[in-house]
């Protein structure tokens, strides 16, 4: 298990992070996974054992049950509280009222006691804001979250889900005003689905902000389990819970690139989607969710693979998402400097 700065701060997390999402199983999360305390406790067993010391949940998940879950899990496994970094989020609505939702410094003040409560914890490491709230201006929100870093309840935030203008507008508002700064976005990403790499890993990598990705396998669909026969024939998760939206077409064409170099290494389709991740330079921790010890186990491995650069190319070609405006005229443009600077200076 290899150990990584989130952005530029001085914490490192596991390249692999836990995700919480099937713990409990209440409400539109039954769909996702209905876990027990000592099955989630057998999956937070198994990826503290492999090394993993990152853990995500959320307010949201299963109403909140997934972080009490989280929390007791910790406690019956006696894991010692500074060998982990617990991440959680809040926007989504927790109540029928119109406070009961969105990034407002109401909302996040009462959010963050509730999370502490359900986790039974005196910090979260990583609180992070679940999306983007259209009705809050974000110097309310980023002055309630430094409010919660000044005083100890929080050590770091960071983002979900937002675009890459409102995230650099936020951090140009952090450090205008000398507030902490989102240090992690958290955001859909895979070989499937590479839109990430137009606008916000340039910015990522320009700001030093991490990247945990969340749905690394895209619902499933690139666990090697599917096929455009299952597509066909509406079987399948993606049937009932058709989530994070794909272009399945571009998907089964990437699915077929990686069957045979899974096969050729012994190895599943799904480690070979992650793996693909794990190459990437602008990815901070991956987070992996699993409703069994075995599939959390499986997608463990993908931490030994190390691609050749035939694979990586082969991968590259096969996933590569079409050229768009204004990415080909940056491309064209920067060709004029690119040829200066592949320049090397005379005696070199």
């Not at 409010?147 to 203008?165: D, E, P, T």
């Not at 599939?295 to 768009?324: G, V």
Request: net charge negative; proline share 3%; with cysteine.
């Amino acid at each position: 298990m290899r150990y990584n700065k989130l952005g530029r701060t001085g914490l490192y997390v596991s390249e692999l992070c836990l995700g919480t999402m099937t713990f409990g199983g209440q409400g539109m999360w039954t769909a996702i996974g209905q876990l027990d305390q000592s099955d989630s406790d057998a999956l937070v067993k198994t990826a503290i054992d492999a090394g993993i010391n990152f853990i995500d949940t959320a307010n949201v998940y299963s109403e909140g049950l997934s972080e009490r879950i989280t929390g007791q899990a910790l406690r019956n496994l006696g894991i010692a509280r500074d060998q982990v970094v617990i991440a959680t989020k809040a926007m989504g609505p927790m109540g029928t009222g119109p406070n009961d939702r969105g990034l407002s410094r109401y909302h996040i003040m009462n959010q963050v006691e509730a999370s502490l409560q359900r986790l039974q914890l005196d910090h979260i490491d990583l609180y992070q804001v679940h999306g983007w709230d259209a009705a809050t201006p974000i110097e309310e929100t980023l002055y309630a979250l430094d409010n919660l870093v000044q005083r100890g309840l929080v050590r770091y935030i960071g983002v979900s889900n937002w675009a890459a203008w409102a995230i650099m507008k936020a951090l140009g508002t952090s450090e205008r005003l000398g507030l902490a700064r989102f240090e992690s976005l958290q955001a859909y990403y895979t070989i499937a689905g590479r839109d990430l790499e137009r606008e916000i890993v340039p910015l990522l990598q320009s700001e030093g902000v991490g990247l945990m990705v969340w749905s690394p396998l895209a619902g499933g669909l690139l666990s090697g389990k599917y096929s455009r026969d299952d597509e066909k024939s509406g079987e399948g998760r993606r049937a009932v819970f058709d989530f994070p939206p794909v272009n399945k077409d571009r998907a089964y064409d990437v699915i077929d690139v990686m069957r045979p170099i899974a096969q050729a290494r012994g190895v599943s389709v799904a480690q070979i989607a992650l793996a693909w991740l794990l190459h990437q330079r602008a990815v901070s921790s991956v987070i992996v969710g699993a409703k069994r010890v075995d599939q959390l186990a499986d997608n463990i491995a993908a931490t030994q693979i190390d691609f050749t650069a035939d694979e990586l190319a082969k991968l590259d070609d096969a996933s590569r998402p079409p050229a768009e405006y204004p990415g080909w005229m940056l491309e064209r443009q920067g060709s004029y400097r690119a040829e200066q600077l592949a320049q090397k200076p005379r005696g070199a």
